[in-house]
């Protein structure tokens, strides 16, 4: 059955002695035996044809296995170093999924920068399941641990966390998690497995919305879970088959295909990332710069040690006397668009798109303001890219 958590086979523990980048092309996709194409076919099939009944069929149904999604799934499981993959039709179906395994009465903790969908599935679709949660600042490690409390059971952090790049600390968090009996989830959509593996830092389950960094290209809205045992490898199959959210096999295929080429993609991100910080940062037009990669970043340290990189999504609030909604009407080639990580560049105003659900307040005390501007730095030439926010700054200008 497919729902098992597959076992490790020689061929795999062979690919498990590649390097990332060899890993990111030939881990988890095995040759198909009838062709030899190099490429995992795609399985448009819902059903699959059984020889006699009460067999011991490895395919019997696309909902609870498909051999496209399991190729996916097995690369992903193999890039995050877990023990089973698992791949659905959103991130936010992937997190659904996973907060599936809590319980009537139980609680999750959550940073006070989650992503807003995160928030409002708790806030308002758990909620009547009579599933709890507690937005803390999971920057301060003592506010995490106040906040446990005999009902909590669950961690569910990212970092670095949207729009302020926030920075968690995955291992003190799950040390925190584990201490106390709880799982530790990590959310992550923003790094991707190239640069943070928050299974290695003693998570228990990774998620991701691989419409982002994954999937690199925005042509595909998807979501993946990685868990680190077999236990939760069975209790996720169980909820994946029985809830339904699966990805298709077109999809799965796009996945496998993007997730070929993320090394080259996100050293490609990171140099032009960290080129915009640098100049957008020396702009006297801009009053602040959120980026990781700068020393006296909050968090710089955290984030150094526990990732291979500052990460490649930016924010800047634009200064006095500059209109925000001015800029976002006059970028020319960086779209005003909802998502990030794709191989166009982004921008998005969080105070109205992604943080809207927020209240003003609660929005203003945090730092998300409304001359913040959210930057997904694509892979165009970078002089490009920063020609064009330029350009957009100065046409800004009250
Ligand atoms: C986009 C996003 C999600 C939701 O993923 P979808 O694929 O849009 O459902 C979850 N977490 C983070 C950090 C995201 O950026």
Same mark, same amino acid.
């Given at each position: 059955?497919?729902?098992?958590?597959?076992?490790?086979?020689?061929?795999?523990? /062979?690919?498990?002695?590649?390097?990332?980048?060899?890993?990111?092309?030939?881990?988890?996709?095995?040759?198909?035996?009838?062709?030899?194409?190099?490429?995992?076919?795609?399985?448009?099939?819902?059903?699959?044809?059984?020889?006699?009944?009460?067999?011991?069929?490895?395919?019997?149904?696309?909902?609870?296995?498909?051999?496209?999604?399991?190729?996916?799934?097995?690369?992903?499981?193999?890039?995050?170093?877990? $023990?089973? @993959?698992?791949?659905?039709?959103?991130?936010?179906?992937?997190?659904?999924?996973?907060?599936?395994?809590?319980?009537?009465?139980?609680?999750?903790?959550?940073?006070?920068?989650?992503?807003?969908?995160?928030?409002?599935?708790?806030?308002?679709?758990?909620?009547?399941?009579?599933?709890?949660?507690? $937005?803390?600042?999971? +920057?301060?490690?003592? *506010?995490?641990?106040?906040?446990?409390?005999?009902?909590?059971?669950?961690?569910?952090?990212?970092?670095?966390?949207?729009?302020?790049?926030?920075?968690?600390?995955?291992?003190?968090?799950? +040390?925190?998690?584990?201490?106390?009996?709880?799982?530790?989830?990590?959310?992550?959509?923003?790094?991707?497995? !190239?640069?943070?593996?928050?299974?290695?830092?003693?998570?228990?389950?990774?998620?991701?919305?691989?419409?982002?960094?994954?999937?690199?290209?925005?042509?595909?809205?998807?979501?993946?879970?990685? %868990?680190?045992?077999?236990?939760?490898?069975?209790?996720?199959?169980?909820?994946?088959?029985?809830?339904?959210?699966?990805?298709?096999? &077109?999809?799965?295929?796009?996945?496998?295909?993007?997730?070929?080429?993320?090394?080259?993609?996100?050293?490609?991100?990171?140099?032009?990332?960290?080129?915009? /910080?640098?100049?957008?940062?020396?702009?006297? *037009?801009?009053?602040?710069? !959120?980026?990781?990669? &700068?020393?006296?970043?909050?968090?710089?340290?955290?984030?150094?040690?526990?990732?291979?990189?500052? #990460?490649?999504?930016?924010?800047?609030?634009?200064?006095?006397?500059?209109?925000?909604?001015?800029? &976002?009407?006059?970028?020319?080639?960086?779209?005003?668009?909802?998502?990030?990580?794709?191989?166009?560049?982004?921008?998005?105003?969080?105070?109205?798109?992604?943080?809207? /659900?927020?209240?003003?307040?609660?929005?203003?005390? %945090?730092?998300?303001?409304? #001359?913040?501007?959210?930057?997904?730095? @694509?892979?165009?030439?970078?002089?490009?890219?920063?020609?064009?926010?330029?350009?957009?700054?100065? /046409?800004?200008?009250?």
């Amino acid at each position: 059955m497919t729902q098992e958590a597959p076992e490790k086979d020689t061929e795999q523990s /062979a690919k498990q002695l590649l390097g990332f980048e060899s890993r990111l092309i030939h881990a988890g996709t095995t040759t198909d035996p009838y062709t030899g194409s190099v490429n995992v076919p795609i399985y448009q099939t819902s059903t699959y044809r059984q020889e006699h009944i009460r067999g011991d069929v490895k395919w019997e149904y696309s909902r609870t296995g498909n051999p496209t999604r399991a190729a996916l799934e097995s690369l992903i499981a193999d890039l995050e170093g877990g $023990v089973a @993959g698992f791949a659905f039709g959103s991130g936010m179906a992937a997190i659904t999924a996973v907060l599936s395994l809590l319980h009537a009465g139980d609680e999750v903790i959550i940073p006070t920068n989650v992503y807003g969908g995160t928030y409002r599935v708790l806030a308002k679709v758990f909620d009547h399941f009579g599933i709890g949660y507690k $937005v803390v600042d999971t +920057q301060d490690l003592t *506010a995490v641990e106040a906040a446990i409390g005999p009902h909590t059971a669950a961690t569910l952090v990212e970092s670095p966390a949207n729009p302020l790049m926030t920075i968690t600390d995955l291992a003190a968090i799950s +040390q925190i998690a584990h201490k106390h009996g709880l799982l530790s989830i990590v959310d992550n959509t923003f790094m991707t497995p !190239y640069l943070q593996r928050p299974l290695e830092l003693g998570a228990d389950i990774v998620l991701h919305s691989a419409t982002k960094y994954l999937g690199g290209h925005s042509d595909v809205v998807a979501g993946l879970v990685v %868990v680190s045992n077999k236990e939760l490898a069975q209790k996720i199959a169980f909820i994946q088959n029985s809830t339904g959210g699966v990805l298709g096999p &077109f999809d799965s295929f796009l996945l496998v295909r993007g997730i070929k080429t993320l090394g080259v993609r996100m050293d490609r991100h990171l140099e032009n990332a960290s080129y915009l /910080a640098q100049h957008l940062r020396d702009n006297p *037009a801009v009053s602040r710069v !959120y980026w990781p990669g &700068f020393e006296d970043f909050p968090g710089h340290d955290v984030n150094a040690r526990q990732a291979s990189g500052p #990460g490649v999504m930016m924010s800047f609030e634009l200064a006095e006397g500059y209109d925000a909604p001015t800029f &976002f009407r006059s970028t020319r080639m960086v779209a005003l668009a909802e998502s990030l990580g794709g191989v166009e560049s982004l921008v998005c105003h969080p105070a109205s798109m992604t943080h809207a /659900a927020i209240p003003k307040e609660e929005r203003d005390r %945090v730092g998300i303001t409304e #001359g913040l501007i959210r930057l997904s730095v @694509g892979i165009e030439d970078k002089e490009d890219i920063l020609a064009d926010i330029e350009q957009a700054i100065q /046409a800004a200008r009250k």
